[in-house]
């Protein structure tokens, strides 16, 4: 698999939280190389299952998890002047102004957010609040209005870029890099034909605004053991060691009230037998991500969490390696043959 460019298409689509849909054609297509059964659920998140059904209360099941939703913004208004007045949804305000965006609306628009030049802001150090954005799509406030409803969503444009070795940079890594890692394990595991788990693939929906799609997926899956795959902060300028991990070192195998530490530890001494490169990241209490909900469906799930280190999250320059990623995925890949 050439995970960069499975990684760049994954990136290259839509799927603001509350409009997965947008995405849902590119993962369904990677999903469906390896299950016969790819479906969305009514919330906008795409379910695959993996193995026979008739193991069906013979073999435990096994969730893995990666949301699809993306980071972006929301159209609230447009004003007299036809600019398109936002909010957030994960957004870094500090990183939006002047950055060219894809509006979502009865078609795709181009637009800009509005800056003033230095020359001319009253005080051009300071980041404004999201309710003082404005997008320009060049419109009058009826032409717009034609376009453009208040509930379109909105996505900074940004670029996938290939940087040195084997680093990239795009918007939307955050977590498309997750579903890469769970394609990648699959890939590794397609040529074997019996495994001791029936699996369940899900890409949830509204991560960024609060988990509710893994609630919803977990609870209808109903899973023995649950694995999500998220990114996490990676040592940048500024970032202390103590506080992130490495990129190029391999995935972070979380430890937190929140997971399973038996699962926890068994995914340490898979890594440490198969010599995969690891980090721990050790959380006191919820993990922020879909862990966090999976974890206390129904009657619980055992869950672990595995997370690519990344810079720059929730800008639209997020940088990972791509080894991370193969790491992660072929951890996974080896807990799914060893069983539980």
Known sequence: MDITRVLKDLCSAGGVSGGEKD??????????????????????????????????????????????????????????????????????????????????GKENIKGIISTLPPHTASDSKKSPKLDEIAIDVGMTKEQAEKLVSPGDLIVIDGFFSEMAGTRVCSPATDDRAGIAVLLYALELLKSETELPFRIAVVFAAQEEVGGRGAAISSFNVNPDYAIAVDVTFAVSSGVAASKAGKLGKGPMIGISPVLSRDLSERLIDIAKKSGIPYQLEAMKGRTGTDADDISVSRGGVVTGLVSVPQRYMHTPCELLDTEDIKASGKLIAEFIKGGC
């Open 23 to 104: 995405a849902h054609r590119i993962v369904t297509e990677y999903l469906s190389k390896y299950s016969d059964d790819v479906k969305a659920d009514e919330f906008g998140n795409i379910i695959g299952f993996v193995g026979n059904e008739k193991e069906k209360g013979h073999k435990p099941l096994l969730l893995l998890d990666a949301h699809i939703d993306r980071i972006g913004m929301i159209v609230t208004y447009i004003d007299d002047d036809g600019f398109l007045k936002v909010g957030g949804m994960g957004m870094d305000r500090r990183t939006l102004l002047a950055q060219s965006v894809t509006v979502f």
